[in-house]
């Protein structure tokens, strides 16, 4: 994936409330569009929640900051209540979409069939798909990490299967363990599930462009250490996406 832009997504989650949302992006607008600006080699993304994402979208109209979805319904346009299309993610400007979080997996009971779903709308409309996988902390314990990543990986890849032509996805290794919690995989561990994603995705995805992302616990101290792991093309940062200063320090951590 050389020459492929530095991927820097901002998950904001449910953290804020739309009027909330709405205040942080109108005060750092200045600020990420800077900083949006001077990275040309780096793609800044937001993904704010689907309620405030088209005014969201609409104040950074124009700049370099680049728009993401959190989640897309599996389904197509039908009778499915309270779902968000990824048509409507389209349609809002996102030119990405993060799919199977592990709080989508674990609060929403998100199954790898409604991801392959997921991912295979979303390359239809041209949005890159940010699949996340990842092994909880038994899993880690009893050594399972590669395991548990091949069936999510292998599930996820009959959503990339039924595509035809050339394509770009972006693969979020998050360990679970180490979502919100302060904690960070080591570099060696990171770059052993990298490798192995990159056998898997070579035997099962030939057609398949991929970028590696790291996830869980990125932040102002540790994004420099993890910004040293070999092959990796972005992160993916949540608490720390939501106070600028922590953001932008990330963003530029990185040459
Ligand atoms: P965190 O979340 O940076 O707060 O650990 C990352 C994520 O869940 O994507």
């Known amino acids: 994936m050389k020459n492929q832009s530095f991927l820097c997504i901002a998950n904001w989650k449910m953290k804020y409330a739309h009027n909330q949302a709405l205040s942080f992006a109108r005060d750092n607008k200045a600020g990420f569009e800077q900083l949006a600006a001077a990275h040309s080699n780096k793609k800044i993304i937001l993904c704010p929640s689907h309620d405030v994402l088209a005014q969201v979208a609409d104040l950074f109209k124009g700049s370099a900051v680049v728009m993401g979805g959190q989640n897309c319904s599996a389904h197509a346009l039908g009778n499915y209540t309270g779902e968000v299309a990824a048509e ?41 798909p940010i699949v996340c996988v990842g092994e909880t902390k038994e899993e880690y314990d009893r050594h399972e990490t590669l395991s548990a990543i091949t069936v999510q990986l292998k599930a996820a890849s009959k959503g990339i299967k039924k595509m035809s032509g050339h394509m770009y996805i972006g693969i979020a290794y998050e360990p679970v363990w180490a979502i919100g919690t302060g904690l960070v995989a080591s570099n060696a561990h990171i770059e052993g599930v990298f490798k192995h994603i990159a056998e898997l995705m070579c035997t099962e995805q030939s057609h398949c462009k991929f970028a ?25 940062i949540g608490g720390a996406s939501l106070d600028f200063k922590k953001f932008e320090k990330i963003v530029t951590l990185r040459a």
């Open 212 to 236: 590696l992302l790291y996830g869980g616990s990125v932040d102002e101290n540790t994004a420099s250490q993890l910004a040293q792991i070999h092959g990796l093309h972005g992160f993916l």
């Open 88 to 128: 409507s993610l389209e349609q809002m400007g996102c030119r990405f979409c993060i799919v199977g979080h592990s709080e989508r997996r674990m609060f929403c009971a998100e199954t790898n069939e409604d991801i392959a779903r997921k991912i295979e709308h979303l390359i239809r409309l041209n949005i890159t």
